[in-house]
């Protein structure tokens, strides 16, 4: 085996270890949330945190961990970015890199339903776990090191495309905030 080989047989290996190691931790946080509906923030970070940590993930995955755990595909009708906007507000902490990975996570779960993506994109903005710069910033870049190997390019181009009303509603936002502080 060339020294190619191996090294591309050792991250496939490295990335279906993570892969494995992020699917116990979101299924010991599915878990928690069906059990504890009403944990509080501080709990439910707490939670995140320690599955994080037991599974020897690195503290961004955090984010990749509460959202596979805590968004469904009814997400809308169960209201639960609403609901859970303020864990991922604590999780982010304001760090942009943070919510790079969040929309990272939200095309992985909207890989299969891309019509999903820019409302949730919409409504993590509304609840303030997304600003405006991080979504531009993620709109004009392409793929990054951010995006996940299970989101091929194909499917980011679509979630993106998907992605366009909201992308251009910022923009406008942004350039009439920019004409009316130079008016003043």
Avoid: C
């Avoid at 968004?71 to 169960?78: A, L, R």
């Avoid at 009303?165 to 350039?175: F, N, R, Y």
Wanted: cysteine-free; proline content about 3%; overall charge negative.
């Amino acid at each position: 085996m060339s020294e190619a080989a191996t090294f591309v047989s050792i991250l496939t290996f490295v990335s279906y270890v993570w892969l494995l190691l992020l699917d116990l931790a979101v299924e010991g946080t599915r878990k928690f949330l069906e059990e504890n509906p009403d944990a509080s923030v501080k709990e439910i970070v707490e939670l995140v945190t320690n599955q994080q940590m037991a599974s020897a993930l690195k503290a961004h995955d955090k984010i990749h961990i509460f959202i596979r755990a805590a968004i469904t595909p009814q997400f809308f009708k169960n209201k639960e970015i609403e609901k859970y906007a303020p864990v991922v507000v604590n999780i982010a902490n304001g760090n942009k890199i943070m919510e790079r990975r969040l929309i990272s996570s939200l095309e992985f779960i909207n890989k299969d339903k891309p019509k999903n993506f820019p409302v949730m994109i919409k409504q993590f903005y509304d609840e303030d776990a997304l600003q405006e710069e991080t979504i531009l910033e993620w709109a004009d870049e392409g793929r990054s090191e951010f995006t996940l190997d299970a989101v091929d390019e194909e499917t980011r181009a679509a979630l993106r495309g998907e992605a366009e009303p909201v992308v251009v509603w910022l923009q406008e936002a942004d350039s009439e905030d920019e004409d009316s502080d130079s008016d003043d």
